[in-house]
């Protein structure tokens, strides 16, 4: 229900843009965002754009550097990331969660796409 794309493989100092496509039911009152997950390490929050208020945040490490948007009105949410490091290598997933939920934990994933920065 939930498509990313656009991973690949870039040169440090370079860009590229993921797509996340939400099919099967409508995410319009969901906070949608993205998660990586490196070699060895666990999954970890990179952004998210939320329903409420239509906001933005962004875990440290990307902040000034990726930057997320989303098409309210088509389920979509893309990531553009600029000034790609190393240490950006990861599988990259986007993943929606109930506006009022309570829990932490995300209700949808998507399949991921790799992200590979080469130095």
């Known amino acids: 229900q939930l498509q990313a794309s656009g991973g690949g493989l870039v040169q440090a100092g370079g860009s590229l843009r993921l797509s996340c496509a939400a099919s099967g039911r409508s995410f319009s009152r969901y906070n949608m965002g993205w998660f990586r997950q490196s070699p060895g390490k666990e999954r970890e929050f990179v952004a998210v754009?939320?329903?409420?208020?239509?906001?933005?945040s962004y875990a440290d490490s990307v902040k000034d550097r990726f930057t997320i948007s989303r098409e309210y009105d088509k389920d979509t949410i893309y990531l553009q990331m600029n000034d790609l490091k190393p240490e950006d290598t990861a599988v990259y997933y986007c993943a929606a969660k109930f506006f009022a939920s309570s829990s932490s934990e995300y209700d949808y994933w998507g399949q991921g796409t790799l992200v590979t920065v080469s130095s």
């Open positions: 754009a939320t329903y409420r208020g239509r906001k933005t």
